[in-house]
């Protein structure tokens, strides 16, 4: 005699480990994230840039609100040297987050390597705008003080001098002792 398992009984089977299998998918995300996200900033420590693209595009698709995978996605491709692709990837980092500081400002750098400095402007202005940054997100590098003194290298260069001088007094007024502001404050007076 045979044993005959119910349809339905095989469905429910069948359903409960669909979603066991989609529950521990979803569990295990972060972990794969990170593991990913780690091998592709290796690739980057080594220079293998196609490597790490491809790594953090999986990041990028597991997490697409995450700063870090867009950042060093643009760094990869700018490291590559493909520059166009840089600029897309930071775009789409600040259409995702529009107060991603760190994309903000290599956009702008990029901008400024290409002499393109009103669309570099834009980039610092905004930077600036948010103001300083906190001690708890200040990282290595404080790009609001790094926006300041890149606004007045991009208006020296645009030969704007009224805005020249509101970005060396917007610098002074947040780094009194900034000695990049006060040298080009000081060339201005004696001029």
Known sequence: MHD??????LKKKWFLSAIFIFLSLVALKPFLFTQIFNRACAYVAYPLYDDAIRQYKK????????????DWLGYAYKGRGDVMEA????????????????ARFSLGMIYV????????????????A?????????????????SCEMLITCFERLGNAAELKRAIDVTLKFYPDN??????LLKIKGT
């Open 87 to 102: 600029i897309e990837t930071y775009e789409d980092a600040i259409r995702i987050n529009p107060d991603n500081r760190k």
């Open 4 to 9: 005959h398992v119910p349809l339905i009984s």
């Open 130 to 146: 948010m103001g300083k940054e906190n001690e708890v997100t200040l990282s290595l590098i404080s790009y609001h003080r790094s």
């Open 179 to 184: 000695a990049k502001a006060k040298g080009k």
């Open 113 to 128: 390597m290409n002499k393109d400095f009103n669309a570099a402007v834009k980039h610092f202005n905004y930077i600036v």
């Open 59 to 70: 990041c990028v698709f597991l997490n697409k609100n995450s700063d870090d995978a867009w």
